[in-house]
């Protein structure tokens, strides 16, 4: 995969310039093994650490597929999701793509604000598993126009406790609309949604390089998101 560049994958122009400015330079061993899987219409169940460029992974062959135009004010893409950073990705990827919307829904925020982008509409919708079953019960969220799914962090999901609430928005999805399942572990329940969901899905496996020694201790510091740059620097200091 080391020889494999963005431009040989055959990505749109719009979306190799955005890749390009945000300094880029090769796909990782997950980006390169899906990006063409999820570019032919193809399921994909990818298995790769955090921090290896799964977002990137879905994202660009996503808004390769959808490009600018809007077709109606149904969404065409679904990310259940835990971090408002998946949306801001899919708008940095997007940034030379006319007509693109995303939108973050999230419990805690403006439903109001919510309603009226839905109703003016957005290509792809990021959110959490919970408000977007709201907006569902609410019928303010159209899933008939669904052309792709992705569920990222799927281990993580579990853990949390909402992996059933995903699975009651899979089951709503039209049966022709692309799926995507990324995690960095396969736990049981994982696999059997992934069966039931994407059974004949593309298969991309990157194993883990690295461990942590055990001899290492880890710490973790708990800040908001303007707040790590600050962070980061005191503990490098």
């Given at each position: 995969m080391s020889s494999v560049d963005f431009e040989s994958l055959g990505l749109s122009a719009p979306v190799l310039k955005a890749v390009k400015q945000?300094?880029?330079?090769?796909?990782t061993p997950i980006q390169a093994g899906s990006i063409p899987h999820i570019l032919e219409?193809?399921?994909?169940?990818?298995?790769?650490?955090?921090g290896t460029g799964k977002t990137a992974a879905y994202a660009l062959p996503i808004l390769h597929r959808l490009g600018g135009h809007r077709q109606g004010a149904a969404p065409r893409c679904l990310v259940p999701e835990l971090a408002i950073q998946v949306a801001e990705a899919f708008q940095?990827?997007?940034?030379?793509?006319?007509g693109f919307n995303v939108l973050p829904i999230y419990g805690g925020a403006d439903i109001g604000g919510q309603l009226r982008s839905l109703k003016r509409g957005v290509q792809v919708v990021v959110g959490t598993p919970g408000r977007m079953l709201d907006h569902l019960r609410?019928?303010?969220?159209?899933?008939?126009?669904?052309?792709?799914?992705i569920l990222d962090e799927a281990d993580e999901m579990l853990r949390m406790g909402f992996i059933d609430d995903v699975e009651t928005i899979l089951a709503q999805t039209p049966p022709e609309c692309q799926r995507a399942l990324f995690s960095a572990t396969m736990p049981p329940t994982i696999r059997r949604v992934a069966e039931k969901y994407l059974g004949d899905a593309e298969r991309v496996n990157i194993e883990a390089k690295t461990k942590t020694v055990e001899r290492i201790e880890q710490q973790y510091v708990t800040v908001k998101s303007h707040q790590k740059m600050d962070a980061l620097t005191r503990v490098l200091k």
């Amino acid at each position: 995969m080391s020889s494999v560049d963005f431009e040989s994958l055959g990505l749109s122009a719009p979306v190799l310039k955005a890749v390009k400015q945000l300094g880029y330079e090769q796909p990782t061993p997950i980006q390169a093994g899906s990006i063409p899987h999820i570019l032919e219409g193809r399921d994909v169940i990818g298995s790769a650490q955090t921090g290896t460029g799964k977002t990137a992974a879905y994202a660009l062959p996503i808004l390769h597929r959808l490009g600018g135009h809007r077709q109606g004010a149904a969404p065409r893409c679904l990310v259940p999701e835990l971090a408002i950073q998946v949306a801001e990705a899919f708008q940095s990827y997007a940034k030379h793509i006319k007509g693109f919307n995303v939108l973050p829904i999230y419990g805690g925020a403006d439903i109001g604000g919510q309603l009226r982008s839905l109703k003016r509409g957005v290509q792809v919708v990021v959110g959490t598993p919970g408000r977007m079953l709201d907006h569902l019960r609410r019928r303010s969220l159209d899933l008939s126009q669904i052309k792709g799914l992705i569920l990222d962090e799927a281990d993580e999901m579990l853990r949390m406790g909402f992996i059933d609430d995903v699975e009651t928005i899979l089951a709503q999805t039209p049966p022709e609309c692309q799926r995507a399942l990324f995690s960095a572990t396969m736990p049981p329940t994982i696999r059997r949604v992934a069966e039931k969901y994407l059974g004949d899905a593309e298969r991309v496996n990157i194993e883990a390089k690295t461990k942590t020694v055990e001899r290492i201790e880890q710490q973790y510091v708990t800040v908001k998101s303007h707040q790590k740059m600050d962070a980061l620097t005191r503990v490098l200091k």
